[in-house]
């Protein structure tokens, strides 16, 4: 079931990877092999994203969102300096 929805999800949002982590990741011995199997099986053909285990466990979901903040943050900034210069 996550192989098929990680694809589904894939397929809708056409996203570079998706991100495993905390238990998920550290376990994946257990059901990479299938997961990864169905996963593929339910990509729209094209389409190219990859199955990331994070070694971040608990942690990881938090350093994402600061990181994605953070990049917002710095974009906003030199899109509104480059358009001052510009000017």
Do not use: H, R, W
Not at 16 to 44: C, M, P, R, V, W
């Amino acid at each position: 079931l996550l192989g098929q929805t990680c694809g589904l999800l894939a397929t809708i949002f056409d996203s570079d990877a998706i991100f495993l982590y905390g238990d998920l990741a550290n376990d994946k011995i257990l059901y990479q092999s299938i997961l990864e199997e169905t996963f593929q099986q339910n990509l729209y053909p094209g389409v190219s994203t990859s199955l990331i285990y994070s070694n971040l466990s608990a942690s990881a979901p938090a350093l994402g969102a600061a990181f994605f903040a953070l990049d917002k943050i710095l974009n906003d900034f030199l899109i509104q300096k480059t358009e001052l210069i510009e000017q």
